[in-house]
């Protein structure tokens, strides 16, 4: 069945093409924290943070039937959808914001350095060492997986990413002010190389970093010297975004600081393709003065009907509440794990991460086998961090108090299998 | 009402977010070829291409229902839904291809681009100098509508797009080989430029420059000149594929050509936010050897669940045919209208083009009042081309011979009421 399914799959679509797992598994089914493979067997979803509301949730699948059988359509004709929709999303926040609506995630982090440039008329970027923002191209430079072809541009900068195991400035208490003395430095390094500095583009729980040694007020020396600078703060939430922290409805008011922008995707529609940006009214205005950006299917009524529904359904059935309380929960259960290789679990809500090292050294193969282990014990998990080296437990909003036992039974068995 | 909507719109989406027509429609619900508005009122859409098989088809709303309560997910697990459709596309084109799916015609040709970088190790493209190819960072710079911050890329040339009024070389039968002497001197130019040449990214129809002069074999010492130099031809099908030219399903097929990379995007869910792209096996390769991509939503089945529908839809109702046989219809009606200021009727299957001229110069303001005219007579289309002076007819696919009447109609009310 999976070799032949891998066969076929390199025939239709191509080499490399990424699936998880050594022996990748084949879903068919999804039901709130549930996924069922071809043979009817059920996994736990710990790690999809696209299913916010569970998956299929009836509400958000009924959303969209209704809307699908009426109009879907572009936003050059008006609709009330996304007037409606943008009502409700705004509320969320705690400055004045405007929508502007895309497809991906990508789409929105793309559009928000443009924003950054419109406002400044400058074109460079900062980012940390260790992230990932998305595959456009102009997203892409900002990471450092790959190198695009014809090298790294030069109007990016990026600055190393914080780090539990070693942190910068040699101690957790040095690591905010060390951090923002190297976003001072790329800033200086971007005016003199006559790009400039337009934006610095982070996600406010640093979580493909690892959620490294950070806690609120992390970055109020960096959000001053990038204000100095003139520069704007390009919040990605679409990690932390939507309740998923548990305290807050977005990372960034954890951490305590008020944004230019902040991009959102992934949970936004449960997987309907939706995402978008919220942007202070004069960024927006510049961003719509400088670019004559128009996207098809962003802010259809359909996708907004699958956002709409998807805010309602977390304020309806407390999302939020469970992500704090479940969460909370698992964090002090992960912290009783024992073994060798855990340095530390930590983690905010339902973004938990148990980094594994050895002799103060990422222990990444390690990693990798907690993770196949837990796959052959159908928990669905993943892992993250420089080294890959962190577990990653990231499960759908809806995730409960069992769910979380049975996830931390096959967890400690996994440990236990683990040559220490 | 429209004057509610709109306070209420530049509130919460910003200033110059586009709509069209002078006084914008609210649309509240679609079915086949018509939209109605808040009124209940019916509107004839001659212009949208995205709901491709008629808006909210049945069919592709219950394929989509269906899948949506079923499972929603990422292509990191293995689902034979994508496989299915992979096999069904391909089916439909005369070459050897693989495919990527995204989410947006405009991620797909950020990925085309990236795709001739990666087989030729070089960062040089061409377009034509009247084009638009979608709204990502890297993909708006082949546009020449607005320049990017801090100026236009040096990687980019462009090429005097061909022309009706003014040929290039003076004539419509001198057009293929100046447009292909052009195309080599970029070529020469970016190659000495330090940059090299990855290739050319075209619509096979021009159909954003207005479809202008242009016949099969148009393209083929062009062709050859970008085969020599080593260069990919990457074609954006997002306006002619899926059957709209009538004639053939793809509009590289229509001119003649065999292109290494086909992009497609808004008709291809009818609605529903899916886009790929099929690329040669050796550039897909290539592509996924360099770039570490993934796309969150793409690809995802109901999203695949959405593009197979649509693909049936296409074939069992006859929606090629019928372009053909209506659009032939339409274009003999089109060209018996008579007023001075139609210099030429022209078009392919339910891809049709008004160009308006005065003294051989564009009738730009003309060509305004026609569809400002044709919107208060409740039909809806559009204009293109270099000055915005050809008016565009590009209906769903289920337009028939009794709305191609009631089009042809109004159109001729709408000519009558303009000054000579």
């Avoid at 001053?224 to 305290?247: M, T």
């Avoid at 939706?274 to 098809?296: C, H, I, Q, S, W």
């Avoid at 892992?383 to 437990?393: D, S």
């Amino acid at each position: 069945m999976g070799n032949d399914l891998l066969a076929r799959r390199a025939r239709l679509l191509g080499p490399n093409v990424p699936t998880f797992y050594a022996r990748p598994v084949e879903i068919v089914r999804g039901q709130g924290s549930s996924l069922f493979d071809a043979d009817g067997q059920r996994y736990l979803d710990a790690y999809n943070n696209v299913a916010h509301c569970g998956h299929c949730h009836p509400r958000i699948v009924k959303a969209i039937c209704e809307q699908a059988a009426t109009l879907n359509t572009h936003t050059r004709y008006l609709h009330e959808g996304i007037l409606d929709y943008a009502e409700a999303l705004l509320g969320k926040f705690g400055f004045d914001g405007q929508l502007l609506m895309t497809c991906t995630g990508s789409e929105a982090n793309d559009v928000a350095l443009r924003m950054a440039q419109a406002v400044t008329g400058k074109r460079g970027f900062i980012a940390t060492d260790n992230t990932y923002h998305g595959n456009t191209t102009a997203v892409a430079h900002l990471s450092t997986r790959r190198p695009p072809i014809g090298g790294w541009p030069d109007h990016i900068r990026r600055v190393p990413a914080p780090d539990s195991l070693a942190p910068l400035g040699g101690s957790l208490e040095a690591q905010p002010e060390a951090f923002a003395a190297n976003v001072a430095q790329a800033i200086a390094e971007l005016e003199e190389s006559g790009h400039g500095f337009a934006g610095f583009m982070l996600c406010p729980i640093f979580a493909n970093e690892g959620m490294p040694g950070i806690a609120p007020g992390f970055l109020d020396q960096t959000v001053e010297v990038i204000r100095r600078a003139g520069g704007l703060i390009l919040c990605d939430e679409v990690q932390p975004g939507f309740g998923r922290i548990g305290s807050h409805f977005w990372g960034h008011e954890w951490l305590g600081f008020t944004p230019d922008v902040v991009t959102m995707g992934k949970p936004m529609g449960n997987g309907h393709p939706v995402a978008g940006l919220v942007a202070k009214p004069d960024v927006m205005a510049a961003f719509r003065e400088a670019f004559g950006y128009f996207n098809t299917f962003g802010g259809n009524p359909v996708s907004v009907a699958a956002a709409m529904e998807t805010l309602r359904v977390i304020e309806d059935e407390g999302l939020q509440e469970n992500a704090a309380q479940v969460g909370d929960y698992l964090l002090q259960r992960l912290r009783e794990l024992s073994h060798p290789l855990i340095a530390e679990a930590r983690g905010l809500g339902f973004f938990l991460g148990i980094e594994l090292a050895q002799d103060g050294e990422p222990a990444s193969e390690a990693a990798g086998r907690i993770v196949e282990a837990m796959r052959e014990r159908h928990v669905l998990m993943g892992r993250v961090g420089r080294a890959q080296h962190i577990l990653k437990i990231r499960p759908p909003m809806v995730f409960n108090r069992a769910d979380a036992d049975e996830m931390l039974e096959k967890l400690a068995q996994s440990f236990e299998e683990l040559p220490a």
